[in-house]
Each structure stands twice: as C-alpha cells, then as structure tokens.
C-alpha cells in the first residue's frame, strides 16, 4: 500500500507539472503578431503646392520650383470587386 502511495506521487507531480506547462507557454504574443510594417499601402503622400503632378512618398522639394513638398491624404479609391 505504502508502495503504491509512493509511486502515485511522483507521477501525479509530473503530470500536473507537463499540464501546467502547457497551459502557461504563450504562443505568438499580440505584440509578435503586430508588424513594425503596416500591410496597408500608404494613406498619404507628399505633393507640391504648385504643381499638383509632383508627388513623392517621402518629403522633399519639387524638382520644377524647389518648393518643399507637403502632406496630403490620399483621395481613398474603393475597392474593386
């Protein structure tokens, strides 16, 4: 009897120990399935306050005026079906 107590224990503490293992191992935590790169194209580009047909995705200036380019929305397209 004694016998039997003392075999059950360690396998009872094993178990226990390889269950709550498992339940506490994270998986892909939601800071890993966050990208530093949005999948998302780019909701704003930079144009020329004069000339309209230059555009950049980065700043910088008009290569026609030198003039520096500002921040615009990108008119939103719908998406094709």
Known sequence: MNFRKLMLLPLLA?????????????????????????KKPTQFHFVCPMHEDVTSKQ????????????KK???????ST
Do not use: E
């Open 14 to 38: 094993a178990a226990l120990i390889v269950t709550a293992a498992s339940v506490y191992t994270p998986g892909v935590s939601a800071q890993q399935k966050r990208s530093a790169h949005s």
């Open 59 to 70: 700043r910088g200036t008009c290569h026609k005026c030198k003039m520096t380019l500002v």
């Open 73 to 79: 929305r990108k008119p939103r397209t719908p998406p």
